[in-house]
């Protein structure tokens, strides 16, 4: 019998598969499609401290094994998500769900992290210093080990919950970040976000999309990620979430692999509906190909070998 | 929503760059005119958005213009089957229609409406017709709505058919009880100033996923945000916020 089971930072998971931040809402849309409890837990839309409607429109553009979304963290604002999304939740999810949060300045993350907190739904805040869309915040913040810092400390003093700081791939050392970010407090590191990209419509020689750039995710990064994955796992102590490109079980498998106690699956999301409900289901006929019986026993596995 | 695999019948050029495709499956999940599917097209990672044309029990038409390398690949198709999302957005509310709706189409916007006149028809309303094309080469579908019974007006920006000029010459004088329109969105500006009703708009935009997830085609409207895939495509006049 395959085990699944992981433990993301004191709170067991029954399998490591999370949808990832920005591809599945809050959840009920793919709650119309299959029963989302079968997920290990998802992380919802990143949100902020005020609503947002993100930025102007075309947002999304088509490359070869993936895409580039400049969405800009369109969300409703921490007291709408907590009011109106949450319950809504409720209905349909019945785990701790992880609560994905960015800002624009410290006070904004504190101001958000602290109401998430006290949620009882939430069971995680991945606070988000690595969205490459808006300007001025996030990714600043997730571009420089002392600004990734203060924002760790200063959320993790106003949060009981686990602290998982989502990491920025579009920086010269990431690894010196994940340590800053260990060091300030942080009880987990999730990455990657996506990376910097662009594309330029011929006929009209222009940016496909309105921002000009966007964040770049699909098949096409798991490798960076993977590199990434492996560097920081190696390096800190705390519990690492791998994200990029994840489509399926074999990917989830190389991603625990390389260091990964659970893995996000995004940009799959959005094109194969059932996606992360598809690659729990291959995750057993998977660990049994490779000989695996417990998924916890590879945590790492590539890392010291 | 529905995710489903649908087997090509047809896939045939109905004029330069304009394809016709007839996919048979589960189209179950269709509910209104106006609704799109998204296409999976091998070699290509985001589906495709396309409105439906027609419908019925086990088989749905679309209507696409070869615009980019998804829709090349797709025009190459001539058998095999497709993974299709069906039944994706609002659709028309034809329970607004009034028994004279005018449908007014720009271009390819012609598509959904064909759904829409069939059933505005079937439902007894007296439907009349205006499409818009750059020229005659260009003008399909016209014998098409003609056949259901519409009243139809063909305007040609070059006068090579019909009128000569923009849809909005043929709405002068019309007496119409609602209209709806898909096309371009210069287009829809200027229906809306010289329209004298309510209507019904159907709007595209870049999609990600187009099931509501990613957010990417959101739009603002006058009550708030929208997603062109899920509250959309179908905008109410009266909601519109236009871009200035």
């Known amino acids: 019998m395959a085990d699944m089971r992981v433990s993301l930072c004191g709170i067991e998971l029954d399998n490591p598969v999370i949808p990832a931040s920005g591809t599945f809402g809050y959840g009920y849309e793919f709650a119309e499609l299959y029963d989302i409890n079968v997920l290990g837990t998802f992380s919802f839309k990143g949100t902020t401290r005020e609503p947002r409607f993100g930025n102007p429109t075309p947002r999304i553009a088509e490359c070869t094994a993936g895409l580039i979304n400049s969405v800009g963290l369109q969300n409703p604002g921490v007291e709408k998500v907590i009011e109106e999304e949450l319950p809504k939740l409720a209905n349909v999810f019945h785990k701790k769900v992880m609560a994905n949060v960015s800002g624009f300045s410290v006070d904004d993350y504190v101001y958000s992290c602290e109401k998430l907190d006290k949620c009882e739904q939430v069971g995680w805040l991945e606070v988000n210093v690595s969205c490459p869309n808006v300007h001025g915040g996030g990714m600043s913040f997730g571009t420089s080990p002392e600004a990734a810092a203060e924002v760790t400390r200063a959320v993790k003093a106003v949060c009981r919950k686990p602290v998982i700081i989502k990491l920025s791939p579009n920086v010269t050392d990431i690894v010196s970040i994940a340590l800053a970010c260990q060091e300030a407090g942080a009880d987990g590191i999730s990455l990657i976000n996506t990376l910097l990209g662009m594309r330029i419509d011929l006929k009209t020689r222009r940016p496909v999309v309105a921002n000009r750039t966007g964040g770049f995710s699909g098949p096409a990064i798991f490798p960076v990620a993977l590199r990434m994955v492996y560097q920081v796992a190696q390096a800190v102590k705390v519990p690492v979430i791998g994200v990029g490109g994840v489509s399926s079980a074999e990917n989830v498998i190389e991603m625990m692999l390389a260091g990964a106690t659970a893995v996000e699956v995004g940009a799959a999301n959005l094109t194969r509906p059932y996606a992360c409900r598809d690659i729990i289901k291959e995750l057993p006929a998977a660990m049994e190909k490779y000989d695996i019986s417990s998924l916890r026993d590879i945590i790492g596995g590539a890392i010291h070998g | ?244």
């Open chain 2, 1 to 244: 929503m529905r995710q489903g695999i649908f087997q090509i019948i047809e896939n045939l050029p109905l004029a330069r760059d304009i394809m016709s495709l007839r996919l048979g499956g589960d189209t179950g999940a269709i509910v209104r005119p106006g609704q799109f599917v998204n296409i999976q097209v091998e070699d290509c990672f985001l589906r495709r958005p396309l409105s439906v044309c027609d419908w019925d029990g086990d088989s749905l038409t679309v209507v696409y213009r070869i615009a980019g390398r998804g829709t090349e690949l797709l025009a190459k198709m001539k058998n095999g089957s497709l993974d299709v999302l069906t039944g994706l957005g609002n659709g028309f509310n034809t329970a607004l229609s009034g028994d004279r709706p005018l449908l007014i189409g720009g271009g390819l916007g012609f598509t959904p409406l064909y759904a829409l006149a069939k059933n505005l028809i079937k439902e007894g309303k007296k439907v009349q017709v205006i499409l818009g094309f750059a020229s005659k080469e260009q003008a399909v579908y016209v014998d098409k709505f003609k056949a259901l019974g519409c009243e139809v007006t063909v305007c040609t920006e070059d006068g090579s058919l019909g009128l000569k000029g923009y849809v909005t010459r043929a709405m002068e004088g019309l007496d119409y009880s609602h209209f709806y329109t898909c096309g371009p969105e210069a287009m829809f500006k200027a229906v809306s100033d010289c329209s004298l009703t309510s209507g019904q708009f159907s709007f595209e935009q870049r999609m990600g996923c187009g099931f509501g997830a990613c957010m990417g085609c959101s739009c603002e409207t006058l009550y708030g945000v929208k997603r062109i895939c899920k509250e959309g495509p179908v905008l109410m006049k009266e909601e519109i916020k236009w871009r200035t």
